[in-house]
């Protein structure tokens, strides 16, 4: 039977680690005696008791121990647990067993759970544009909640802090999927309750930031517990609750066989995922010494719980860390498992002996377990909202796609569950199906985000060297109501835009909105090897309705003043003054326009699938101080399409049309007749950049910087790339490019002004794309582009 250390029961209970609630547990261990004391009595043998230590991914090897144990018949009487060992002994005592546990390990897509992401098709087109922008988004409360916390709050109650620092985020992931995945398995077993009442008795360990305390979980919410005692620092947001703030238990007691002791066991059985004690070459980089770090804080109570299991069951998965997910490591895992367990048979025969264990197990036959509803599907009674106003719930009500009395399984939860945390208005998200049968009480718990942030973008590129790209937003963060952007960027370029919205129930948005920039550079006119010094600057006032709620489509109409005004001191300038005069480098047009654009590519840089298509129209009617104005039409077409070639290959191609029309004129000073001068209505290609320089700015990897060109032009390439290893692409270009005075002439006279061929090796970085383009064109020969960071 297990023995005790010397000298190990220096806290209440005889525990190893100092508990946060002694008195809590103190219950819980009179009420697991008892029971163990019953098994005693009706079955005429001693108890068992399991113990799994933390270490992540390395649990698959004790699912594989697991299978042998179950195997030679030995029962299970309590369980105990911390990290992946507090979740893998959680639901073995709610039913599961190895081979379920097994199939859990080799069924996930632990990258996916490990996060929080969101499948594409759930996040609007607005947030989509938004990330392929922004490096570092900080959400934060307004000044007036800091100064307000706490204002009617009664004695006791808790709450958040509200302040810049308190926003920052607490880990990597609020544990959203994880959260998911654990709920979707524990049904009928996510009301608060005795984990005594379990079919086995069942006590995970967390760790309490606050009071730097054990918190042994031995009742309440198994979803709490489930989820703090995984909760790696840094990886997982805490769990706050009851005044805690919970980790991962295995900085405080990652092998708990001293709780197995203290709730009855008279044999213990121990499965110890611990690496051996690293030497001095092998404590390297921030991974090591964050991973020692951790061991460091529970290696005293990890060396005084190691001596008590009756039998130790120890893995060696040497080459494995907490990490190893991928599905030959997991493989591999559960038969390193299974055979430190057998490589333990004389023992644990031994022990079987000894408890006389026939029948054990039947006694549990008829015990209540957990549904999985990713296999069978419940019916829910009742739906209800915590943590949001009656108008926040009454609105995301309307987003779902059940209501009381349908059955519903771990898919329609995922996916309303993903809906919810698309809108961007939580901080984290869970759900709780209460009741022990159908019909179950479907309960969304939300904890909403503060509601403002700040965004920093930035970029550096062999055109404009260095640009920086801030945002602020204003209740960007809400279910509905006004929002407020303010964006700016800093640079060679300058621009500044603000943003007004009003989204009102389920009507369309109404914006207003206003901007102004600057540009500075070289612009160089078609069939000419000559670049010419420009310079303008430009504001614009529009006012439309859109809808931020789509997620696939974008589409807005309105009415916009444009304003442009070229430097006339520029060599550009002075080329238009000297052919026309210095009227046409002015011009402040009100117009129509209408915008759409239909998106459902799966990346924005490196997509693997999907489509692109957007147009264009803007029909300005009006000039200022011009009573001869003839109205002017602009139509833009842009479609990018990915085929997937199977493996890591996938061809693209991107396809651009734009078309100004007007019957206006403006005659030279030699008497020729031309269209209407404007920056704001003429066409430049060049560049790897949509719009990067004007509204009429497309495209075209063949050519550096800007080529000013004809009223209708047209450009296309194709793309085969490459996907050799991890993020890094490889990719082989060839395009073309024309440019003529009428469309007709640009179809039937369809003769290339340019046709280029490139190479670009791309990476793709968490802090945006890094790529070179090596490209030649028949006019320019060589030419190369270079940049690092997001592209805005």
């Known amino acids: ?301 990890f060396n005084r719980n190691i001596r008590i299991p009756d039998i130790l069951i120890k893995p060696r998965i040497p080459e494995f860390n907490m990490m190893s997910f991928n599905r030959q490591a997991v493989d591999t895992m559960l038969v390193r498992g299974y055979d430190a367990a057998v490589a333990k048979k004389d023992e644990l025969l031994r022990l079987r002996e000894r408890i006389a264990a026939e029948g054990a197990e039947e006694g549990r036959k008829d015990t209540r377990r957990a549904v999985d509803i990713s296999k069978t599907k419940v019916t829910i009674g009742a739906i209800e909202y915590e943590g949001i106003s009656d108008k926040e719930a009454e609105r995301l009500a309307k987003m779902l796609d059940f209501g009381t009395g349908d059955r519903v399984g771990k898919a329609e939860l995922d996916d309303i569950m993903s809906k919810y945390q698309a809108t961007g208005a939580f901080a984290s998200l869970s759900y709780s199906l209460l009741g022990t049968e159908e019909p179950y009480r479907l309960v969304f718990h939300c904890k909403t985000s503060p509601n403002h942030s700040i965004g920093l973008g930035f970029r550096i590129d062999s055109e404009e060297w260095a640009s920086i790209l801030l945002n602020l937003g204003i209740n960007t963060n809400t279910l509905w109501g006004s929002r407020f952007n303010f964006t700016a960027k800093l640079g060679q370029n300058l621009k500044a835009n603000a943003h007004y919205s009003l989204d009102i129930a389920w009507l369309p948005t109404i914006n207003v909105e206003a901007s102004i920039s600057r540009y500075s550079g070289s612009l160089r006119i078609g069939g000419t090897d000559i670049f010419s010094e420009v310079s303008y600057w430009s504001h614009q006032e529009l006012v439309y309705l859109s809808d931020v709620r789509w997620k696939r489509i974008n589409f807005k109409t309105g009415i916009k003043n444009q304003y442009n005004n070229v430097d006339s001191r520029t060599l550009f300038g002075q080329l238009v003054s000297q052919e026309f005069s210095k009227d046409v480098l002015v011009g402040d047009y ?112 063949g050519i550096n910087n800007v080529l000013f060109v004809e009223d209708h032009v047209f450009s296309g390439s194709l793309e085969l790339r490459y996907n050799p290893i991890g993020k890094l692409y490889v990719s082989a270009l060839a395009g073309l490019m024309e440019s003529n005075y009428t469309l007709d002439r640009l179809i039937t006279e369809f003769n290339p002004d340019y046709y280029a061929f490139g190479m670009e090796l791309g990476y793709d970085f968490i802090t945006g794309p890094v790529r070179l383009n090596l490209h030649w064109n028949q006019v320019d020969r060589w030419g190369l582009y270079v940049s690092f960071g997001y592209d805005f």
Request: overall charge negative.
């Open 1 to 301: 039977m297990s023995s005790v250390p010397a000298g190990a029961q220096t806290y209440p209970n005889a525990l190893s680690v100092d508990s946060a609630a002694p008195e809590l547990d103190s219950a819980f261990f009179r009420e697991s005696r008892q029971k163990m004391a019953s098994i005693r009595l009706t079955e005429h043998r001693p108890t068992v008791g399991l113990v799994l230590s933390g270490g992540g991914a390395k649990g698959a090897a004790q699912v594989g121990a697991l299978k042998y144990i179950e195997e030679l018949g030995i029962p299970v009487d309590l369980v105990c647990g911390t990290s992946i060992g507090g979740l893998l002994g959680g639901l073995y005592a709610i039913g599961y067993r190895s081979d379920d546990l097994r199939e859990l390990f080799l069924g996930q897509d632990w990258d996916y759970i490990l996060s929080d992401a969101v499948d594409q098709k759930y996040i609007p087109y607005s947030t989509k544009q938004y990330n392929t922008q922004y490096v570092i988004t900080i959400p934060f409360h307004a000044a007036a909640e800091v100064l307000e916390e706490g204002v009617g709050r009664t004695e006791g109650e808790e709450y958040e802090k509200k302040s810049i620092a308190s926003s920052l985020p607490s880990g990597l992931a609020s544990g959203l999927n994880v959260g998911n995945l654990i709920a979707s398995l524990t049904v009928g077993f996510h009301d608060r309750m005795s984990f005594n009442d379990f079919q086995i008795p069942y006590m995970c360990v967390a760790a309490n930031l606050i009071s730097c305390k054990a918190r042994n979980w031995g009742g309440g919410s198994l979803q709490d517990a489930m989820r703090s005692t995984m909760s790696v620092p840094g990886l997982f947001e805490p769990v706050r609750t009851e005044g805690m703030v919970l980790v991962d238990g295995g900085t405080r007691n990652n092998f708990p066989t001293d709780i197995a002791r203290a709730m009855g066991a008279d044999y213990i059985i121990g499965i110890d995922l611990s690496d051996a004690q690293p030497g001095y070459d092998q404590v390297n980089n921030i991974g090591d010494i964050a991973s020692q770090f951790f061991t460091m804080l529970g290696t005293d109570s």
């Open 590 to 701: 009100i117009g129509l326009f209408a915008n759409g654009h239909y998106y459902t590519l799966d990346d924005y840089y490196y997509p693997e699938r999907g489509v692109s298509f957007a147009f264009d129209a803007n029909y300005d009617f009006l000039k200022a101080g011009s009573s001869d104005f003839s109205p002017m039409l602009t139509l833009r077409f842009d479609l990018k399409n990915i085929f997937p070639l199977g493996g890591r290959l996938a061809l693209i191609s991107d396809i651009h049309l734009r078309d100004i029309y007007t019957a206006s004129e403006t005659i030279d000073l030699e008497g020729g007749v031309h269209r209407d001068i404007s920056i704001l209505h003429s066409n430049f290609i060049g560049g790897s950049m949509s719009r990067r320089y004007t509204e009429g700015h497309i495209p075209f990897f």
